[in-house]
């Protein structure tokens, strides 16, 4: 099984700790996934600071710049995400 996960979350931030990192091994060892992992970050910086290894997690960051904290860059930072996934022809598992 093939998984594709896109977190709006920062790698660092503690909603995927805490919310999502707990799921990726089991779905591995119990379904034989291969999960690949793409989150918004804003820092090239402090992503070299976080390591990150999952067996059967690729992470993939997308560098993106945010414009505040309103609704529409919120609006604006997902539409942004999308086009980049686009651009990089992000396949979508079917399986």
Request: overall charge positive; hydrophobic content about 40%; glycine content about 4%.
């Amino acid at each position: 099984m093939k998984i594709l996960y896109i977190s709006y979350w920062s790698l660092g931030d503690p909603l995927n700790a805490s919310a999502i990192f707990p799921y990726f091994p089991l779905l591995v060892k119990e379904k034989n996934a291969t999960i690949t992992f793409y989150t918004f970050e804003n820092s090239r910086d402090k992503l070299e600071e976080l390591p990150f290894h999952l067996p059967g997690v690729e992470h993939r960051p997308l560098h993106l710049r945010r414009l505040g904290f309103s609704a529409l860059s919120k609006l604006e930072l997902l539409m942004h995400g999308r086009r980049e996934l686009i651009r990089r022809r992000v396949p979508v598992p079917m399986t």
